[in-house]
């Protein structure tokens, strides 16, 4: 158990992991050598942090297309259970998904979470069983 500890303590010597805005880090870090993991707050739920992100996912997704480094980025895909317009929700989340990240040089994979809920992560490079946005 205590050389897994130590392996991954050598692994992530140099990680960063900062709570912090997203798109003042990426602008502030961002070079070829950076891998930015962004997750982001799903939509319906922006109430429930403490750093104000309504409307901003634009904002990161335009940040994000134009980066030098590469990011996965995480985000729901179905409308949280609390979410009082969960019919219609969840296909508005999807298809603004799909139009915010969109692009030649994007990739992505839905996975199911046991709570049913889907989880898509994009990236700006190739993955195993990834697609490709078109």
């Known amino acids: 158990m205590l ?14 992991i900062l709570n912090k805005d997203a798109i003042k880090i ?10 930015f993991v962004c997750d982001s707050p799903y ?6 942090y403490l750093h104000d992100f309504s ?3 634009h904002e990161l997704a335009a940040t994000l297309k134009n ?3 590469k990011f996965i980025y995480c985000c729901r895909v179905t409308c949280p259970k609390s979410c009082q317009k969960k019919s219609t929700c969840s296909i508005k989340m999807a298809g603004r998904i799909k139009k915010l990240y969109r692009s030649n040089r994007n990739y992505y994979i839905d996975v199911l979470l046991n709570n049913g809920q ?3 992560i994009i990236t700006n490079f190739k ?8």
């Open 3 to 16: 050389s897994i500890i130590f392996q991954l303590s050598e692994r992530l010597k140099y990680v960063h």
């Open 26 to 35: 990426i602008k502030e870090f961002d070079n070829p050598n950076i891998l």
């Open 43 to 48: 939509p319906c739920t922006e109430s429930y």
């Open 55 to 57: 409307g901003r996912h």
């Open 67 to 69: 980066i030098k480094g």
């Open 118 to 120: 889907k989880e898509r």
């Open 127 to 134: 993955f195993d069983n990834s697609k490709q946005y078109k």
